[in-house]
T-cell receptor, first 116, second 111 residues
Framework: TQLLEQSPQFLSIQEGENLTVYCNSS?????LQWYRQEPGEGPVLLVT?????EVKKLKRLTFQFGDARKDSSLHITAAQTGDTGLYLC????????????????FGGGTRVLVKP | NAGVTQTPKFQVLKTGQSMTLQCAQD?????MSWYRQDPGMGLRLIHY???????DQGEVPNGYNVSRSTTEDFPLRLLSAAPSQTSVYFC??????????FGPGTRLTVL
């Protein structure tokens, strides 16, 4: 069973501060996705990283995929109250049979609260 | 495009009752999945389908059945509801290995 561990589980910061969320596993993933979920809604995809060492930027959000494709991080610069939400990482299996079903393994989530 | 739709949004069941959670997508996606979300546990895969007529078990399939008679619809059936099935259920669809598009969820309480 592939497991993804996210840390921290909860993060409370002031508007304007920076934050980093981590997603770690002992398993290799063919790709890793980050989602954000608002209360009462389904998760919405933020980014997909595919190549080991890849860095992607989405405005104030920076995503990095580890060289060995086992871990990832999400860094938010100058957080805003609109960044509040539950952040989920999800890994796509590198196993051929599971990859054919597009199965994802989700981390437990990091709840981010940005206070004004 | 409505994307992924789920009904109902809320449901309360008594132990032992059965029900079907509906999921439909209008994006012609081949892949569809059902997840449950519990506090601190992220999303766990219940069942998934790679196309009409093809389904397979995920991480936590016990107590649930699925079928995929059309590309658009992927209902989830609870055979005999138990309190442990109290959760928020999400349906998702995807095109090959692209992003998964989630529905708004069904919040289920089993008394």
């Amino acid at each position: 069973t592939q497991l993804l561990e996210q840390s921290p589980q909860f993060l409370s910061i002031q508007e304007g501060e920076n934050l980093t969320v981590y997603c770690n596993s002992s398993s290799v993933f063919s790709s890793l996705q980050w989602y954000r979920q608002e209360p009462g809604e389904g998760p919405v995809l933020l980014v997909t990283v595919v190549t080991g060492g890849e860095v992607k930027k989405l405005k104030r959000l920076t995503f990095q995929f580890g060289d060995a494709r086992k871990d990832s991080s999400l860094h938010i610069t100058a957080a805003q109250t609109g960044d509040t939400g539950l952040y989920l990482c999800a890994g796509a299996s590198a196993w051929v049979r599971e990859a054919a079903g597009n199965k994802l393994t989700f981390g437990g989530g990091t709840r981010v609260l940005v206070k004004p | 495009n409505a994307g992924v739709t789920q009904t109902p949004k809320f449901q309360v069941l008594k132990t032992g009752q059965s029900m079907t959670l509906q999921c439909a997508q209008d994006m012609n996606h081949e892949y569809m999945s059902w997840y449950r979300q519990d506090p601190g546990m992220g999303l766990r895969l219940i069942h998934y389908s790679v196309g009409a007529g093809i389904t397979d078990q995920g991480e936590v399939p016990n107590g649930y059945n699925v079928s995929r008679s059309t590309t658009e619809d992927f209902p989830l059936r609870l055979l005999s509801a138990a309190p442990s099935q109290t959760s928020v259920y999400f349906c998702a669809s995807s095109l090959d290995r692209a992003a998964q598009y989630f529905g708004p969820g069904t919040r289920l309480t089993v008394l």
